[in-house]
């Protein structure tokens, strides 16, 4: 069992930067396909950005201003995430899983472990 809490959401202006961080438990992470999702009021659960041992990936709307990062050695995973947008506005999940492919990271479904989630929100 992997057990993820994540900190570091809250309220900031329009272009602004916020680092979420997502604490794990119960096992090391750096096997684990480690990602972040969103979900805005009204809208379905999205990807937003993935990080395994080769490499990381992002979805489209935030590539460029986000950045995901593992420290295994803290078993941590964090969300830097810069030139913030209203539309950047949801709770954002971390979300830890065995493994999966290119296609399938993106998608909830590989996920095993999730967090309670963070507040973000962008004003402008």
């Known amino acids: 069992q992997v057990q993820l809490v994540e900190s570091g959401g809250g309220l900031v202006l329009a272009g602004g930067s916020l680092r979420l961080s997502c604490a794990a438990s119960g096992r090391p992470i750096r096997s684990y396909v480690m990602a972040w999702f969103r979900q805005a009021p009204g809208k379905d659960r999205e990807f937003v950005a993935f990080?395994?041992?080769?490499?990381?990936n992002y979805a489209d709307s935030v590539k460029g201003r986000f950045t995901v990062s593992k420290d295994t050695a803290a078993n941590t995973v964090s969300l830097q995430m810069n030139s913030l947008k209203p539309e950047d506005t949801a709770v954002y999940y971390c979300?830890?899983?065995?493994?999966?492919?290119?296609?399938?990271?993106?998608?909830?479904?590989?996920?095993?472990?999730w967090g309670q989630g963070t507040q973000v929100t962008v004003s402008s």
């Open positions: 979300a830890a899983a065995v493994g999966c492919s290119d296609y399938t990271c993106g998608r909830s479904g590989p996920y095993n472990y």
């Open positions: 990080t395994r041992n080769y490499g990381a």
